[in-house]
């Protein structure tokens, strides 16, 4: 039986609280949150203790998932880390690249197991293409949200692109070499919608947008490589491929188009999607490498990759608003 402490009981907090009851070998000691209010609401409807001292709470347990804001994030995570407890952590796994670094070298010097929660991952329309082949070479993201106060602490770029940020490098397994970066300051002090161009070395460049002030939701991936295309459809939890037909392919929807080449033969493959509860997933996962000594499913290294390029692209934006101002 695991020990685990919740830090952090808001919005995405509950959702953690009421997944972890029902995953099995876990027992929940309690939670820390430092919002009376609220942790009086959660102590009454989950019947779980409130620990004030987040440090009392860490000495009750083996591991700790953080639903706490981002600029909290680093001292719990620490304060975890040098108790030997292992570490599910919401994205971004940290505030700045300095403090990411800095966990990255405290998990490798405690031996623990700590996980990032970047929940696409546990999509059930990206797992339906758990398996396949692939080779991008041009991606299209659209993520769009409408407005919510709640996660406005950090910039769009941190608080939704960073989801197909991970996606996008767990994909292309290549350093990338040029970012080409826009960004708007609409409703908060930090970028509200932005456009990114990512170009890497092997080739593959994939275009990003993602905005938090748009009148309707859309969480799609295209991606475009030799011979085929998938499109990824988040938010409605579909999948398509189309690509040319091949050995196996007679049971799929087929059709021709004529190209410079000759005629060429389509099929339409839907693999099939299994509704699943991406966040249990992803903790579910978290608990399995705990009990079995195996690696985590989100890597502290692949999360300080993603904030990595994410804080280049902030950089990239924040360059070109200077260059705009100056030029006024």
């Given at each position: ?155 769009v770029i941190l608080d939704l692109m960073i989801h197909d940020i991970d ?32 170009e890497f070395n092997n080739g593959c460049v994939a275009n990003l947008t ?119």
């Amino acid at each position: 039986m695991i020990k685990l402490g919740i830090f952090g009981a808001g919005h995405l907090g509950k959702f953690h609280i009421n997944n972890w009851k029902e995953i099995s070998g876990i027992e929940l000691v309690g939670f820390y949150d430092p919002d009376d209010s609220n942790a009086a609401k959660v102590e009454k409807q989950y019947h779980l203790k409130r620990f004030a001292d987040p440090a009392e709470l860490i000495s009750l347990v083996d591991a700790v998932d953080i639903v706490a804001p981002t600029n909290h994030h680093f001292v719990l995570c620490e304060m975890a880390i040098r108790n030997g407890k292992h570490v599910f952590v919401e994205k971004p796994m940290a505030d700045t690249m300095a403090e990411g670094n800095a966990i990255v070298k405290l998990v490798r010097e405690a031996g623990i197991k700590l996980q990032v929660g970047h929940v696409e991952r546990f999509n059930p329309a990206f797992l339906a293409l758990k398996g396949y082949d692939f080779h991008p070479m041009f991606i299209e993201v659209h993520r769009l949200a409408q407005f919510n106060p709640r996660g406005t602490e950090v910039s769009v770029i941190l608080d939704l692109m960073i989801h197909d940020i991970d996606i996008v490098l767990h994909l292309v397994k290549s350093d990338v070499k040029n970012i080409s970066a826009s960004g708007v300051a609409v409703m908060t002090e930090t970028p509200d919608i932005a456009n990114v161009r990512l170009e890497f070395n092997n080739g593959c460049v994939a275009n990003l947008t993602s905005s938090r002030i748009s009148m309707k939701k859309m969480r799609k991936m295209r991606v475009f490589q030799k011979d085929a295309y998938i499109g990824i459809d988040f938010l409605a939890r579909k999948t398509e491929i189309i690509k040319l037909k091949g050995e196996g392919d007679d049971q799929l929807f087929s059709f021709d188009i004529e190209t410079p080449q000759g005629i060429r033969t389509l099929a339409i493959d839907n693999p099939v999607v299994e509704d699943n509860n991406a966040i249990r997933m992803e903790l579910t996962a978290f608990r399995d490498s705990i009990l079995n000594n195996t690696a985590t499913a989100v890597s502290e290294r692949e999360g300080l990759e993603a904030m990595h390029i994410a804080h280049q692209i902030l950089q990239k934006i924040e360059s070109n608003f200077a260059i705009a101002k100056s030029s006024i």
